[in-house]
């Protein structure tokens, strides 16, 4: 009788790890402290074909204790029940992302990162400048502040590599310097030949003492677009106004992605100091004020002749 009863228990055993339970992908959030017949309960409403004795046997053929794992899961089709608890098992979840834009702000990343749904934790301050852009993978319910960490330390690795390769006679000081100018150079400019130019306009105003004359530091001193600048502005003594004070604003205004790093890393020599747009997302640089003069005019005509 008694083995009997262990061949009826194999025999149901096969059954149930050849029998599909699941025809169509599933998406399921598994909570934590959610009982196995909660589950039980929760994937039946799923149209997942299991009954609680079913899964107990089930659960019993697992190599190790089946424990699940918390998580979201996107359960694939056509599976039998054995295997959608090991994918439980081995939590086998889904993977989401967040990606740092280049050139976008403290608020601009703040706000990001309240709004993803799939990440947990408050965020006291966010630091101008020292996350990297680039896009990130976590798990449901992943601390805010661990990402954020995730992205300083990317952000750190590749600053000191930067700063390793700054040549001899180098006019920054140190490493947040290296930041402040980059993140003004990614606000400038996102074409990657162009960062480079603009990078070497910057750093000849910088070498000849010379004002940096930016129109996204001072835009970002007082929370405007660039269109919008006024004679005002070019006047205040917001810190931020560098027409009216030598040197790098005090802190970076966004968060430069490697283009514009790279652009102080491999410094192009040129004759620039000056450089305005072209009106079609590039820039037209000068070695002189008259010819500069000439630029402007060039990019006033391309704004009129597009209205």
Known sequence: MFFLLLASIYAYLHILNNKLVIFEETYYLLKKNTSQKQII???RKKNVNISEMSWKLASLNHKRTFIPKAGEYL????????QIQKIF???????????????????????????????????????????????YYFKFGYPRNKLLNQMKIAQEKFLNSVWKSKPKDFVLKNKNELLILASIIQKESGHIDDSK???????????????????????????????????KMLKSTNPYNTYKFHGLPPTPISYPGQNALNALKFIKKTDYIYFVSDGRGRHRFAKTYSLHKKNIKLWKDSINKDK
Do not use: C
Request: aromatic share 8%.
């Open 41 to 43: 309960s929760q994937l």
């Open 75 to 82: 359960i694939p089709k056509n599976l039998t029940l054995f």
């Open 89 to 135: 098992q081995k939590g086998k979840t889904l993977n989401r992302q967040f990606t740092l834009i280049e050139g976008s702000t403290a608020i601009d990343l703040k706000n990001n990162l309240l709004k993803n749904p799939y990440l947990t934790g408050e965020i006291i301050h966010l630091e101008e400048g020292i996350y990297k852009p680039d896009t």
């Open 197 to 231: 130019l603009v990078a070497s306009v910057f750093i000849n105003r910088l070498n000849n003492k010379m004002k940096l004359q930016s129109d996204v530091t001072l835009a970002y001193g007082f929370k405007v677009n660039g269109k919008n600048i006024t004679r």
